[in-house]
């Protein structure tokens, strides 16, 4: 990838770690692409030609697998009484594809291990989950994030821990057990 | 500390590290306090001397602020129909208290960020909780490790990300949203 465009993937390489600062020192709320772009010293036409949106330059920054959109919408839509077999299996399909594992794994452990992409989460999970998946579904904040805390749990214990019989249990057997402890979390 | 015995330290670190090895390579099962002593080049006598048993030596090399007796203690005394709060106020017992709250913040982190540690986990789970949890209260395994994982989430989410309003509830609003959940999973 480095060898074919160099300046062009050394200026997006840029914007990423001045986003990373930016989201870091100003919080997400106070984080703009003009500040991104004047601390890359680029136009923010061309972070906008790279990323879009502020939300997706921060999905970039963060290295997410899948959009907060995307996330909030297959936990929003369908029927409420099926809201947690839902997500689990949502996760476990996630968690399955080969292209996203790599993804949610390297993301686990360097939330785990750095305290700025630490940081970069909490803002993350506060603004673009719990905030718009709270008020869609009029739940309480603290209950979705207990449910996050579920979420988190289920991708340590099985994919990074690897304790069994958690990591060899079947897609069906995981939502068994898990589902109705999201559908607790998700009833008000 | 390292100023004052340097070669006693020295010892120390060496036995931990030949243990970190002996229960990667082997295993829980398959490593014995003398092939530690044999690889840390000690008598094994001095590995029992400086730790006891293979437990002991188990939970200094992941560096366990608690030791699994303690933990299984915990859970399987007292009334089986208030395990789930009894679980959740020590699990955040042991995190409010600084001197064990650095240790478990270190050993999320390993755990997340470093796979030898995470077998080392996985091995420790499976042979010092889980087994002798699951047959003291007549539970399938499988139960257990989602308690487990619902344990590791809110370490995650209430202490690493410290995402809101999770990181400032009370101990008590913790243990309502929470102990439902792992009164569910200690319920076969």
Chains 1, 2 share one sequence.
Not at 27 to 48: F, K, Q, S, W
Not at 89 to 100: D, I, M, N, V
Request: proline letters at 6%.
């Amino acid at each position: 990838m480095a060898g074919r465009r160099p300046g062009q993937t050394q200026t997006r390489a840029d914007i990423l770690a001045a986003a990373r600062n930016q989201f870091g020192r100003r919080g997400y709320d106070g984080a703009t692409i003009r500040g991104i772009a004047a601390e890359a010293g680029v136009n923010p036409a061309l972070v906008h030609h790279f990323f879009g949106s502020k939300e997706q330059v921060f999905v970039a920054a963060l290295n997410l697998p899948v959009t907060p959109a995307a996330i909030t919408e297959a936990i929003t839509q369908g029927p409420r009484d099926q809201i947690g077999e839902r997500v689990v299996r949502l996760f476990l399909g996630l968690w399955s594809a080969p292209e996203t594992r790599q993804s949610f794994l390297a993301l686990v452990r360097s939330v785990a291990g750095n305290e700025q992409i630490a940081s970069l989460m909490r803002q993350f999970l506060e603004h673009a989950v719990v905030g718009p998946v709270s008020a869609a579904l009029d739940l309480p904040p603290l209950r979705l994030t207990g449910a996050a805390s579920q979420a988190f749990g289920l991708a340590m214990a099985r994919y990074v821990i690897q304790v069994e019989p958690l990591a060899s249990a079947t897609d069906d057997e995981v939502v068994a057990l898990v589902a109705p402890v999201l559908q607790y979390y998700f009833t008000p």
